[in-house]
């Protein structure tokens, strides 16, 4: 029985976490959301990286979204390199001809080259 749930507790947990999507950041955790499209984040210096978690800084913050509880309006928690998801960000909200391409292979591809700029 203990592991039936513990497996089922790691299944739960598929798609938790910050995404990057054509319209913003989804930040899933388990007892809530946050959803920040890109044009509520501040162009010049949107994220700023912690050592577990982004500080976000926003120039329009009624356009961020949250549901739960745990959903700080203000950070991000991170599982990958907190100055290399900044860049991304960063890069994103500045570029918005690139949203589009988000999710795609070739896009992987770019940005995983470390073409971002």
Same mark, same amino acid.
């Given at each position: 029985?203990?592991?039936?749930?513990? /497996?089922?507790?790691?299944?739960?947990?598929?798609?938790?976490?910050?995404?990057? $999507? &054509?319209?913003?950041?989804?930040?899933?955790?388990?007892?809530?959301?946050?959803?920040?499209?890109?044009?509520?984040?501040?162009p010049d210096f949107p994220?700023? &990286?912690?050592?577990?978690?982004? /500080?976000?800084?926003?120039e329009r913050p009624e356009?961020?979204?949250?549901?739960?509880?745990?959903?700080? $309006?203000?950070?991000? &928690?991170?599982?990958?390199?907190p100055a290399y998801l900044?860049?991304?960000?960063?890069?994103?909200?500045?570029? &918005?001809?690139?949203?589009?391409?988000?999710?795609?292979?070739?896009?992987?591809?770019?940005?995983?080259?470390?073409?971002?700029?």
């Open positions: 029985m203990r592991y039936r749930l513990a /497996a089922q507790w790691c299944r739960a947990g598929d798609g938790y976490g910050v995404s990057l $999507r &054509p319209d913003g950041v989804l930040n899933r955790q388990i007892l809530g959301s946050k959803f920040i499209p890109w044009d509520a984040f501040t994220v700023s &990286p912690g050592s577990q978690s982004l /500080a976000a800084r926003y356009l961020v979204r949250t549901r739960g509880i745990g959903a700080r $309006r203000d950070t991000l &928690p991170v599982a990958v390199d900044t860049q991304v960000i960063h890069e994103y909200v500045n570029h &918005p001809d690139r949203r589009a391409a988000i999710g795609s292979e070739s896009e992987r591809h770019r940005v995983a080259a470390g073409a971002a700029s």
